[in-house]
């Protein structure tokens, strides 16, 4: 994680966001990880994702409960990532399938995944 | 109001308290039905976050309750009424970060006390009335045409 350099704002696909996130896919199709996204943001207050992130954006949160999955949902977030590597309950992975929100874990913590992203080109919602 | 509002639909959804698992299903299904009829974007999504906060607020503060939603020409329409310990002070629950949730509810990622600051930032017109040991009502108007 040295020597980081900040990126212009750039989209990224999904399957990008996977490798330099080091995530493993919880639920996804082949299809879903060419999807473009150049918002983040990150919360575990699920008001917060309500209040203040865009459509089309990818949701960073350590709350792994099927409500995580059923905000995302409504507020239109393309897919999830559970930060520290948790994994969601079986209950949200059914939800996602539902829904079709694809759903990742990555090791890094939150603070280190924003950072990455936000270093690659993926900007926030100010 | 204009005078020649047409009701298009309209529909109640009984919402239990305590409910966690279900909670958020009836404003997917609510979301899924102003799809269906082809409402603009960004109706869908005030109404849905509108929706979501009050179901939400409705599962973990109140007994039982019901959303009554009345789709019309011109706007959507939903009166929230629960059956719980009420509000005691509707000033103090309508300022951001204010809240009585407890740190189970916390844990969830509730109870921030933004739930009805988030609803009235998505209605044209947006109503709450409470009454301790009785319950609340909330009327919750999102214009088509803003």
Known sequence: MENITTNARKALKLKEILQILKCEIIWAEDDMLEMLIDRAGAADLMSDILAFMRPNSLMLTGLINIQSVRTADIAEITAIVYVRGKKPSQDAIELAKEKRIPLFSSSYFMYDACGILYSNGIRGHN | ?146
């Open chain 2, 1 to 146: 109001m204009p005078d020649d509002k047409k009701i298009i639909m309209r529909k109640k959804f009984e919402i239990l308290g305590k409910d966690f698992i279900n909670g958020g299903r009836v404003s997917s299904e609510i979301r899924d039905i102003l799809k269906f009829l082809n409402l603009p974007s960004s109706v869908v999504r005030k109404t849905g976050i509108a929706a979501y906060e009050a179901e939400m607020n409705l599962i973990i503060y109140a007994r039982k309750g019901e959303i009554d939603l009345i789709i019309s020409n011109s706007s959507i329409e939903m009166v929230i009424q629960d059956e719980g310990d009420g509000i005691e002070n509707i000033e103090l629950a309508m300022r951001e970060g204010y809240s009585t949730a407890t740190a189970e509810i916390r844990e969830m990622g509730f109870g921030a006390g933004m739930g009805l600051p988030n609803i009235k930032r998505n209605s044209s017109e947006f109503r709450i009335s409470s009454e301790i040991n009785k319950g609340t009502t909330l009327y919750i108007r999102i214009d088509i045409n803003e």
